[in-house]
């Protein structure tokens, strides 16, 4: 990758003037960089404007076809605005087709696009599905209702007396709080990439009592095996299972690095 400024530093975006600081960011051309922006800055319109004419660096390269500038954000919405100001100024300022060159993807998104392409790497079938948020509680709180139907002392350590005397109290007071517990729990277990068999290993190797903590793992344990029973993943698995691609296959990964030269993070 070469290294001189993309650009010069005359503007090209009629009225705009960049700070300096955007212009450092503008005359990027290669390498690790990072930026601190308050909001408000200006970091969406720059790091779009960057993204432009790193395209029109591949178009003047001929590798548009085979490469692309890969801009990750948040949301969805954070997705869309950028997708509209990179296509503007691709099409008023450069002459460039909008929608070629670049893509622009949520966390999630790409996760879902690297494991999608290849499924296979991760033990999924080329039919797996993704549940979404609303699914995936559903199951959690399933789960819960299970769980202290069958062992109703298990918050007793943390909850008055009083209230463990009526199921619907529990049911109303307790149930959402439980769920919390478990979400917090799965998604930092997947974070690691631990599996439950192995937390449960490694609880049951401690002394003591964990009652939270065999809640948590007792309700990560019957999840997954519900995701896995409808053939199923969830967005917190995704990202997990793109990093577990990219490592069991080096040449897939550096077939992405090649597609993807490029890469802005919001």
């Known amino acids: 990758m070469d290294n001189e400024p993309i650009v010069n530093r005359t503007s090209e975006t009629g009225a705009f003037t960049p700070r300096p600081a955007q212009q450092r960011i503008l005359d990027y051309a290669g390498g690790p960089m990072g930026i601190s922006a308050v909001p408000g800055s200006g970091k969406t319109f720059t790091l779009s404007l960057l993204a432009a004419r790193l395209v029109e660096r591949l178009a003047g390269q001929g590798r548009l076809d085979d490469r692309e500038v890969l801009v990750v954000t948040f949301t969805n919405s954070a997705v869309e605005n950028f ?111 631990t599996p439950p068999f192995e937390l449960q290993a490694k609880l049951n190797a401690q002394s003591g009592a964990w009652p939270l903590l065999d809640f948590a793992l007792h309700i990560y344990a019957d999840y997954q095996r519900s995701l896995f029973m409808r053939g199923a993943v969830d967005f917190d698995d995704l990202i997990v299972l793109a990093l577990q691609a990219l490592d069991a296959d080096p040449d897939y990964l550096a077939r992405l690095q090649d597609r993807w030269p490029y890469v802005l993070e919001d």
Do not use: C, W
């Open 83 to 193: 997708r509209s100001r990179i296509a503007n100024f691709l099409r008023q300022e450069r002459g460039l087709l909008p929608g070629v060159g670049y893509r622009v993807r949520t966390l999630h998104g790409l996760a879902h696009d690297i494991v999608r392409e290849r499924p296979g790497l991760v033990g999924l079938s080329e039919s797996f599905d993704i549940v979404d948020e609303r699914t995936a509680n559903e199951i959690k709180r399933d789960a819960v209702i299970a769980y202290v139907q069958q062992n109703p002392d298990a918050f007793s350590a943390y909850i008055q007396p009083d209230y463990l005397q009526n199921f619907r109290r529990i049911e109303r007071y307790v149930f959402d709080d439980a769920i919390d517990i478990a979400n917090a729990a799965i998604r930092i277990a997947k974070e690691l990439r």
